[in-house]
């Protein structure tokens, strides 16, 4: 199985502070992705990759940008955050048979 | 638009019995879906694929249908424990669209 890791659990930003939640995979895996949950929406796909330096944008980009520099390393970018930016952000990538392996999550608190 | 429902919000059943969850998809036609398990504060773990050609699958007491007419999944969880509790997810995905989960359906087995 692949093991995903995200840099914070928990993360407590001010409005308008540039927010990083990096995510890395312990494979050589190629897709890489960024969902945000929040109660009641489910699990909405922010931005995904499919290589080193290759992005496209999911259901919800608004306000995010993404960076994907080394093919282990994919990182969620939120140039200005904001109050409605508050949420479960989870990256994910894809294995084998196209499941997908989810990190531990970031719940991110925009005050 | 893709519409996916899962059966209801919450679902509470007896220790012991079977747990039947049912995923509803609209507007299109999936080669395969996946179901997850997600605890709360965790991200989502992947537990079985179903393709488009199978009508069953099983995994010890895990059991998945697939009836592409019906455009319907069964999540069925035999001889139910308390540590199953959990919300699950489904996933009907064709090959080139976004991934899309179900909202989920959150089961407590009651002891």
Known sequence: DVKVTQSSRYLVKRTGEKVFLECVQDMDHENMFWYRQDPGLGLRLIYFSYDVKMKEKGDIPEGYSVSREKKERFSLILESASTNQTSMYLCAVQGLEETQYFGPGTRLLVL | SQKIEQNSEALNIQEGKTATLTCNYTNYSPAYLQWYRQDPGRGPVFLLLIRENEKEKRKERLKVTFDT?????????TAS????????????????QNFVFGPGTRLSVLP
């Open chain 2, 69 to 77: 007419t019906l455009k319907q999944s069964l999540f069925h969880i």
């Open chain 2, 81 to 96: 424990q308390p540590a199953d509790s959990a919300t699950y997810l489904c996933a009907p995905h064709n090959y080139g």
